[in-house]
């Protein structure tokens, strides 16, 4: 029946009210927003005073796009050049000589050793080197990224398969990505749009800047890594640089200017759980250049703390505990998973993995952003003022019931973007333009059954509470085949129908809550206030 409870009501205004707060932002100016954030207290809520907005995108602001490209001949090579490193320090570990020396092929390396004896010792040692493709934090474990076989003569071939190519090929684009994000955030704009771009390409787009040339500049850059001791006793200011680090909240610490290892001679950092106590650890992994440097230094300063710099900031500082001398090591320092998956993801972005090349590179000026804006809000406001006057007329008090419930539609879909802050497009327009019409079509279901029930020879209230039930399944059933097409598009779409499926599907939602909840809310209130004797349609 038509009763809502003090508590219900209260409910319904005060997440309508909090749908006009987080909106509110999106009407001020940038610097407006900026002066409400740096004026609240650090100890007061965001959620209390919100200052974030709708983030314009690329063809509404305007800026640079670039489009890049991983070079995976490049990184094969690399690995190969690596392989063949880790072959001769397990070789020289071994005391086995090779015939003839290492040799390289297009995808790995081989060598022939006679002796069968001499094979059973380095073979184990090879095969250690093949690691499983997948997240021991996660429990993947799958194929491996290498194959050790042996041949006729000797022959003893290391190659790498084609899934540990495209996995190498997946993890570099990820730690590209994360370098990227790290040297576009210093030009100050806002929320650029960095993402993957199909199986081997990075999109990045930085609205606001209309300067291509300089963005390619900088994603030219590689991240500094460096692995120096924490300075004894505080060090002489010569010889020590005082460099924030994030284990001591932001403060600084003395560490030596001395560089033990940097970042060009690691390798690999990956996320694991010690064996011993289970706990997250990041194990890391360098090329026998750093491996021998690592060694010596760990060797001589068993008990030291080692800072991980990484661009000026000590990420972490562990203290040796053990000599780390086989070129592989673990950091650990009571992380949780999260934690340590981060550490990894930040030791492996210390520089670009791979060259990357520019496919594509356009500039979108501001112009044509404001005329996107433009056309977008006419179309907005059209579509808006015809949905109005057709309830309206149509359904009398009831339609303005539904245009209110239209109107705070509209709200919270400001409010989600501004709370999870989306990039707003040109299809995202579209996208409220649509969800405008889907809003009320959901009233129109209502309204019809209910009238379709007073016609029947129902009471008021009983062909309301009917229309409300019924016509509800309808409504479900509409929205979730909707629903379902648009997640496809955010799945399986890219860039604006990214963005335009991100709208749909949040308009969806917010048409459900209001198009029942509220809608019914007010009709409720209407009918114990004026008690009417037959329905205003």
Do not use: C
Not at 79 to 103: C, Y
Not at 212 to 240: N, Y
Not at 425 to 454: M, Q, W
């Amino acid at each position: 029946m038509l009763r809502y409870s003090t508590g219900k009501i209260v409910a319904i205004l005060a997440l309508t009210f909090l749908g006009f707060l987080y909106a509110a932002p999106n009407l001020f100016s940038k610097e407006t927003r900026t002066a409400i954030a740096a004026a609240t207290p650090s100890w007061l809520p965001e959620w209390i005073l919100p200052h974030k907005a709708v983030v314009l995108g690329l063809d509404l602001q305007g800026g640079s796009h670039v489009l890049l490209e991983v070079d995976s001949n490049d990184l094969i090579r690399t690995q190969v050049a690596t392989m063949r490193d880790d072959v001769r320090r397990i070789l020289r570990e071994q005391r086995v000589t090779p015939q003839g020396g290492i040799t390289t092929t297009p995808r790995g390396v081989q060598f022939r050793v006679a002796s069968d004896a001499d094979r059973e010792k380095v073979l184990p040692r090879l095969r250690e080197l093949a690691q499983p493709i997948g997240n021991a934090l996660l429990g993947q474990t799958g194929t491996q990224t290498m194959e050790v076989t042996t041949g006729d003569g000797g022959l003893v071939q290391l190659t790498l398969t084609e899934a540990g190519v495209r996995d190498r090929i997946s993890r570099a684009l990820g730690q590209a990505i994360e370098v990227l994000r790290k040297r576009v955030d210093q030009l100050g704009t806002t929320e650029p749009n960095i993402q993957r771009q199909g199986a081997d390409r990075i999109l990045v787009q930085v609205p606001g800047l209309q300067d291509p040339q300089r963005l390619k500049d900088l994603l030219g850059k590689t991240a500094k890594l460096q692995f120096r001791f924490v300075a004894e006793g505080g060090g002489s200011p010569g010889e020590v640089d005082m460099l924030p680090s994030k284990d001591n909240n932001g403060q600084p610490v003395p560490v030596e200017k001395r560089v033990i290892v940097e970042g060009e001679d690691l390798v690999d950092a990956q996320p694991g759980f010690d064996q011993r106590t289970s706990e997250p650890i990041v194990n890391f992994r360098f090329n026998v250049r750093g491996a021998q440097k690592f060694g010596q230094a760990t060797s001589e300063n068993v008990g030291r703390p080692l800072a991980i710099v990484l661009d000026n900031e000590v990420v972490s500082a562990p203290r040796i505990i053990n000599p780390i001398t086989g070129g592989s090591g673990q950091i650990s320092g009571r992380f949780t998973v999260e934690q340590a998956n981060d550490l990894a993801l930040l030791l492996r972005a210390g520089a670009l993995p791979a060259k990357l090349t520019v496919v594509e590179e356009r500039t979108v000026g501001p112009g044509l952003g404001r005329d996107s804006i433009e056309a977008g809000k006419t179309a907005t406001y059209v579509a808006t003022v015809f949905v109005v006057l057709f309830m309206f007329i149509t359904y009398g008090l009831f339609g303005l019931f539904a245009n209110i419930a239209l109107i705070v539609h509209v709200v919270f879909i400001f409010a989600l973007m501004s709370l999870l802050s989306a990039t707003l497009t040109l299809p995202g327009i579209a996208g409220i333009v649509l969800t405008i019409g889907t809003a009320v079509d959901s009233n129109v279901l209502i309204y019809e059954r209910i009238r379709e029930e007073a016609k029947a020879g129902r009471s008021i209230i009983s062909a309301i509470d009917a229309g409300f039930n019924r016509a509800f399944a309808t409504i479900f059933d509409s929205n979730s085949t909707m629903a379902i097409a648009a997640l496809i598009l955010f799945l399986l779409g890219s860039g604006p129908v990214r963005g335009f499926a991100v709208v749909f599907l949040l308009g969806i939602l917010t048409t459900v809550i209001t198009a029942v909840t509220m809608t019914r809310m007010m009709i409720a209130l209407w009918y114990r206030i004026a008690r009417p004797k037959q329905l205003p349609f």
